[in-house]
């Protein structure tokens, strides 16, 4: 079983706010990703990492920002929540080329 | 960059056999992965392919040629807990995700 844990679980929060998800792992896998998902649409990578220190932008842009000053902990931050950033954000983690686990998501809502 | 296409959407009966296609045009590759997600949920690790060949593990079955870029996710026995989405990601020291095959499963 995967331990990988994402908090908040829902968060419903109004414009202009400054909001971090937070994404942490026990396994001490040295990769980490977020993902942008809306409701039956396709997983858009936005940030990983391949280690401490190490940050990348994915493949779709993202206002959003990380950090990876710990191996188990991937935090992303949006410094001003819009209605556009209203979406599903999910962490993953994996060793190596070995498979990814998948945390169970955070539902962000921004009014 | 990576090109992964798989279908939409597939409906099949319970205890039937489904088979979903995933095609690949990428830049790498370090072998295929299948994951199911249902609905409102994160995705779950369902097999891996590196080399060319058939994988069974149980019910499901995953096939990969690397010449044809081509893999498939074989589903037996159709349960209704089976409806999902199944997704196909190609393994380029990242994943890239395709968007998804939607099976729905009826009685």
């Known amino acids: 079983e995967a331990d990988i844990y994402q908090t908040p679980r829902y968060l419903v929060i109004g414009t202009g706010k400054k909001i971090t998800l937070e994404c942490s792992q026990t396994?001490?896998?040295?990769?980490m990703y977020w993902y942008q998902q809306d409701p039956g649409m396709e997983l858009h990578l936005i940030h990983y990492?391949?280690?401490?220190?190490?940050?990348e932008k994915g493949d779709l842009s993202s206002e959003s920002t990380v950090s990876r000053i710990r191996t188990e902990h991937f935090p992303l931050t949006l410094e001003s929540a819009r209605p556009s950033h209203t979406s599903q954000y999910l962490c993953?983690?994996?060793?190596?080329?070995?498979?990814?686990?998948f945390g169970p998501g955070t539902r962000l809502t921004v009014l | 960059g990576q090109n992964i296409d798989q279908p939409t959407e597939m409906t099949a009966t319970e205890g039937a056999i489904v088979q979903i296609n995933c095609t690949y045009q990428t830049s790498g590759f370090n072998g295929l992965f299948w994951y199911q997600q249902h609905a409102g949920e994160a995705p779950t690790f369902l097999s891996y392919?590196?080399?060319?060949g058939l994988e069974e593990k149980g019910r499901f079955s995953s096939f990969l040629s690397r010449s044809k870029g081509y893999s498939y996710l074989l589903l037996k026995e159709l349960q209704m807990k089976d409806s999902a989405s199944y997704l196909c990601a190609v393994n380029d020291y990242k994943l890239s995700f395709g968007a998804g095959t939607t099976v729905t499963v009826r009685a």
């Open positions: 993953a983690s994996r060793r190596g080329q070995a498979e990814q686990f």
């Open positions: 990492s391949y280690g401490v220190n190490s940050t």
């Open positions: 392919n590196v080399l060319d």
């Open positions: 396994m001490g896998h040295d990769k």
